[in-house]
């Protein structure tokens, strides 16, 4: 299925729908402030490991993020994090990055894994952001990728639902993606530190 809602002024029957599959342990694609991409319900385990599936990776090697909607949501699954990191992430969230804190006991049992550090992203997108206040909890997500090697990323929502119809529940169309990816900022050492450089320009 494939759903168009504006970022403008998000409908809020479409997001109910949104929530309904969600709920149902339905995967979904959405647009996001970078690239397009794929989620569920984090406490979903079949969603998980369908998306783990989908992405032909073991579930306890998945690079999966986390999206929340606001700050208030980070001790859910991450440890304490120092007043800097705090700062920091609060001056560039909702943005496009990327920030790897260290996890707290409640991640490895997500992913099956001994992960310890876990990706956390706010994007700056109001469908997206709509969604997850709406449904309120976090979503599991991760990037749509496309198989060219030149376009490393699909950005026309209509060519993603067309590849992906058979294989998720809901395709949003929020309009064109961006085709590079967040920034990566990594927050579990001494300093924080840039380990990918995309399309957000980190503000210190």
């Known amino acids: 299925m494939l759903i168009k809602i504006y970022p403008e002024n998000p409908n ?3 997001i109910e729908r949104v929530i309904e599959i969600l709920q149902k342990g339905g995967i979904i694609i959405y647009p996001t402030d970078s690239v397009y991409g794929m989620g569920c319900d984090i406490y979903n385990r ?3 490991e369908k998306i783990a599936k989908l992405k032909g990776i073991k579930i306890e090697k998945a690079q999966f993020s986390i999206i929340y909607h606001s700050l208030s949501q980070l001790s859910e699954y991450t440890r304490p994090i120092s007043n800097t990191v705090f700062k920091l992430m609060k001056k560039n969230l909702p943005g496009p990055f990327t920030f790897i804190l ?3 006991n409640k991640v490895p049992d997500l992913f099956q894994s001994n992960k310890k550090t876990v990706g956390i992203r706010i994007p700056n997108n109001p469908i997206l952001l709509e969604i ?3 449904f ?3 979503l599991l997500t991760t990037s749509v990728h496309d198989d060219d090697e030149i376009l490393e990323y699909t950005t026309d929502p209509e060519l993603i639902h067309e590849k992906y119809q058979d294989n998720v529940d809901l395709v949003i169309d929020g309009g064109f993606g961006q085709n590079t990816a967040s920034t990566v900022v990594d927050c579990t050492g001494d300093e924080p530190t840039i380990t990918r450089q995309g399309i957000g320009e980190l503000l210190f």
Do not use: L, R
């Open 12 to 14: 809020y029957k479409q």
């Open 136 to 138: 309120g909890s976090p």
């Open 102 to 104: 260290n996890a707290n």
């Open 132 to 134: 997850i206040k709406e």
């Open 46 to 48: 079949k969603a998980v």
